[in-house]
């Protein structure tokens, strides 16, 4: 697998895409149109972010290859600082403008009332810790799960590299236990365990990195987006979170088998979009309101091109001013802190753009 994995690029490429799909759709009313709850669409594409997150971060911790305590040290800071910077800027943003982004509705979307409790959980992204948590944006309630995961995902590394044939047979029928006992249990308090219902989505992730140098691709590359779709299409059949995690399950157990995409210009537009994926997912509800609702009395050709123009726009500049100096920052700080990795003698892995 080279440096860039073309697959991985076109994997979050469409989990950002049926996110944007699902709320556009909703806003414009158009949500009955589809054969299928049009709901499920944005959560599939949140599972397959799910999946890929965790294999471009076991890839990121390879990489890094520091020994005891400095790995996860330095793992998590160079998170934080990925993750945070542009959530919190968002929510600000969210706060002092007043544009509501939580739930939507045709033609509308609604926000909600922001206490300083409210403001304060969604900054530090502990929303799920906190009892009848409320979400500023609709679309921030899967980052304090992919936030509360990162606290495994070290541990899953080192023990998918340990006992890697163990892991393969039995991690995900004990994250889907777990996944039942934390959806069952209903603990007062802070101490709230449903996050941890989404771990069958993250554990195949680690499971198609450790397939991908043992298992040779043997597929031709156009049926990696044919797969993904008709992943996709079974879904919709019966949407639910139990099937998204089979859908997760299959998508980490057979991501290993299909050879890299090599149409220049779906590689290009798939890199693009996932490059600027974070920015596009924290920042479409204000592009849809933006462009369809403050701008509604105005041609719909006008508004098109404006919801065009910013869908653009806006990920690049989030790129460009919070996102890029943030990961160079949590870069820096987490090698004063842990010092420099030794690099492995491995062959050259997927770079993550989580």
Request: net charge positive; glycine share 6%.
């Amino acid at each position: 697998m080279g440096k860039d994995s073309h697959n991985l690029d076109l994997l979050r490429s469409l989990a950002v895409t049926l996110v944007l799909l699902d709320h556009t759709m909703k806003f414009l009313g158009a949500a009955g149109n589809w054969p299928f709850d049009i709901n499920w669409v944005g959560r599939l594409g949140v599972a397959f972010f799910f999946v890929h997150t965790s294999f471009v971060l076991m890839l990121s911790l390879e990489r890094t290859n520091l020994p005891g305590w400095r790995l996860p040290v330095n793992f998590y800071v160079r998170r934080l600082f990925r993750l945070y910077p542009l959530s919190g800027f968002v929510v600000l943003f969210t706060w002092l403008s007043g544009i509501p982004q939580a739930t939507i509705h045709p033609n509308v979307i609604y926000g909600v009332t922001i206490t300083p409790g409210v403001l304060l959980s969604n900054l530090t992204l502990t929303q799920n810790f906190v009892p009848q948590g409320v979400d500023i944006l609709g679309q921030l309630w899967s980052l304090p799960i992919e936030l509360d995961m990162y606290l495994l995902l070290p541990l899953l590394f080192f023990l998918a590299r340990r006992w890697p044939r163990a892991f393969l047979w039995a991690a995900w029928p004990l994250a889907v236990m777990l996944a039942l006992f934390a959806t069952q249990a209903q603990v007062p308090g802070v101490w709230r365990l449903n996050w941890l219902s989404f771990a069958p989505c993250f554990v195949p992730g680690v499971m198609a990195y450790l397939l991908h140098s043992r298992v040779a691709a043997r597929f031709a590359s156009w049926w990696w987006p044919i797969f993904l779709l008709a992943m996709a299409f079974l879904f919709m059949l019966h949407p639910g979170w139990g099937p998204a995690r089979f859908i997760a399950l299959c998508i980490g157990l057979t991501f290993p088998l299909f050879k890299e995409q090599t149409n220049r210009f779906v590689n290009f537009v798939t890199y693009t979009v996932a490059k600027y994926s974070y920015g596009i997912y924290l920042g479409h509800l204000f592009v849809i309101w933006a462009a369809f609702y403050a701008l509604r009395q105005f041609s719909p050709y006008l508004q098109g091109a404006v919801f065009v123009l910013l869908l653009f726009a806006i990920p690049w500049l989030f790129y460009v001013a919070i996102e890029q100096p943030g990961i160079s920052i949590g870069k820096h700080i987490a090698q004063k802190i842990t010092g420099n990795s030794v690099q492995p003698q491995l062959k050259p892995v997927v770079e993550s753009r989580v």
